[in-house]
């Protein structure tokens, strides 16, 4: 469960302080497929960086199965995320000089596994994302959508017990994000959270669990029952 | 983890691979000049104390005081009296007058390093202040055999006498400098006259007939082979021995007047000293013709310029404690010298020589810090473009110190490279160079010094230089918030 209490996260733009989350309170069952939406500026990538402990909230907690995320180091947090969390960006953010196995293998290799257990790894995940015969293209010779999967096979890659994803489809065609999603969506039956902040209100319909945002504070969150 | 790492900075210069030669190469630049510089110096130094270690550090010179002076000017090469405006090399100076008089035995006070005369032509004077240089130089030579017994610490003791004399021969004329060393100084001391080792013919078989041994370069210049005649000051003598050249460089430059000489650069370091003098006339064989002193003083007594005593010192004995005794020997036989040890005479050209090398690196280190800077600049480049970079690896777990040494070790790692292969350039330049500035520099071919030190200092401080090159853009890159790192385009 990921619970996030009264979090307020405020940012410096010059001068100006521009207050991205106001008392954003939620909990975010594992095993559901949930959805934040929001128009831009209403704080939902803010919030799923929070989530992933990629920062940290200027007030508030975010909790984790019981840990609170706000009291770790910078250590802990990266070591947090290198366990527990899987990104996927809606610029997929794959290194370039690095081929598909390598971006994927990269998370295992900033952690003690040799490059050969690394690749290997990689190379289960990348099969996982029908992506088994591009190991060695570089991002640049990928499709949009090959280089989205790339990217979920990274945040696979670890065995994550979170995945969060920012506007996924965002630059796909209708049926690479489909297909995109339906990755996503299948992660759920593992037990893990998976968390996609879209504006796409197509994905919200698919979602268990779809939270609006507005100026940085949750203006409804509701269940819904859908087929799986 | 850090072998992961480590691959990752390879496969990141490797992709930006025209930066990263350009940034390697301004290391390269560095490290070639300074393992250039420094292998040569060293390889030069130690070629320089083989020098004095052949002559021996047990040998103490006694050089006449007072006759430095003129000494250091008459030290040198032959002056050709015949015609054609000839250029006499003089021991370190070069007589540019022409000669004024008709072939057959021109004399040139002035290039006798007489500075005093003026004018291009001799004069009386000219010739008076030459005379009452050779009255000087020749009432300082002491009394050897009385000398091994006030200085008990000496173990021999010979003169070597040289003087200019005017040489005739059938192609030629001119002054040269003879050498009269006494059969027991050849035994004594052959390392003091470069081993005075024969090329051709015999070294001299009594001292009853006129016989003379040539220099190397005296006798290509005078066109000399053994069985020859030659007239020192209008007496006949005979050609017996030919001298071994004492280096490479007097084989190529032949008759060159206006080429460096080839005395040796210790001789050429000179201070101007009675160190000056003790060099020239002890190192420099090939420009002199040798006549046994039991024969020269029957026959050429009337021009002894100057007589340097040599002295050896019992092994284990303190050299600075002969010294003083020779002072004081020197007092009571009412001479006037000043001794000097082989020891204190490689001191002193050492001394110039790690100055000068020591100059030479800090100009090499200056081009090793520049491509420092060229290493940081590029380093602090990469940081600004791979800052999104840097917030992916964060995301996907990198701590801050896995980002700061991935930097490190990509800067260090050019900065390796770069030192390999400066190393490599550098040896090469140095072995290429140490021929070409061997025969100039007057210590023949030499080795560069390329040991084991300079070999893993050389690497240690490139990857070293590397890395700190790379401290400053690696800090700030590992403490980049991960999402606006993310949010850079």
Known sequence: ?228 | MKLNLFRLALKNIRSRRTRSWLTILGVLVGVTAVVALLSIGTGVQEAVLQQFEDIGYDIIVIAPMGATGQARGTMGGFMPGSAQGGMGRLGGQTATQPSTASSGGTFSPKALGDSSSGGDEATAQDLEALRDAMRRAASTSLDTELLLTQVPQLIEAGTLGTQIQPIETATTSGFLRVSTPSLDFLEAFPSVLGGFDIERGTSFTNTTENQVIVGARSAELLEMSVGDSISINSIPFTVVGILESSDQASEEEEADDGALSSQGLAQNLGTGSSTDLVLSGLTNTDDSLFVLSERASEVLVSRAMSAVTITRVEPGASISEAKDAINVAIGLQESAGSPISIQEVADEIQGTLSLIETVLASIAAVALIVGGVGLMNTMYTAVLERTREIGILKSVGARDEQVLTLFLIDSGLMGFIGGVLGLILGSTLSLLGSRLLGPSLGVGSFTPIIDGWLVSGVLVFSFILGALSGVWPAWRASRLNPVDALAAE
């Open chain 1, 1 to 228: 469960m990921l619970v996030l209490h009264d979090v307020h996260k405020t940012f410096l733009m010059g001068e100006t302080q521009v207050h991205a989350l106001r008392g954003v309170s939620l909990e975010l069952p594992p095993g559901q497929f949930s959805v934040i939406m929001g128009h831009s500026g209403s704080g939902k990538s803010t919030l799923m960086h929070l989530a992933g402990s990629l920062d940290v909230p200027t007030s508030g907690r975010v909790e984790y199965r019981g840990l609170d995320l706000t009291t770790l180091t910078s250590r802990e947090r990266a070591d947090f995320r290198s366990s527990d969390v899987g990104f996927v960006f809606q610029k997929y953010n794959l290194v370039g000089n690095l081929t598909a196995m390598e971006n994927v293998a990269l998370p295992l290799l900033l952690r003690n596994t040799t490059a050969k257990q690394a690749n290997g790894q990689a190379l289960e995940a990348l099969e996982q994302v029908g992506l088994q015969d591009r190991v060695a293209h570089r991002p640049s010779k990928l499709s949009g959508g090959e280089q989205q999967r790339v990217a979920i096979a990274r945040a696979l890659v670890n065995d994550p017990t979170m995945i969060l994803a920012d506007e996924p489809t965002g630059n796909l065609d209708t049926a690479t994000g489909e297909r995109v999603l339906g990755l996503l969506r299948q992660l759920t039956d593992d037990d893990k959270i998976v968390l996609v902040v879209t504006h796409n209100p197509e994905i919200a319909s698919i979602a268990d669990l779809v939270v609006y945002l507005r100026d940085g504070q949750v203006e409804s969150h509701h269940f819904q029952e859908v087929a799986r």
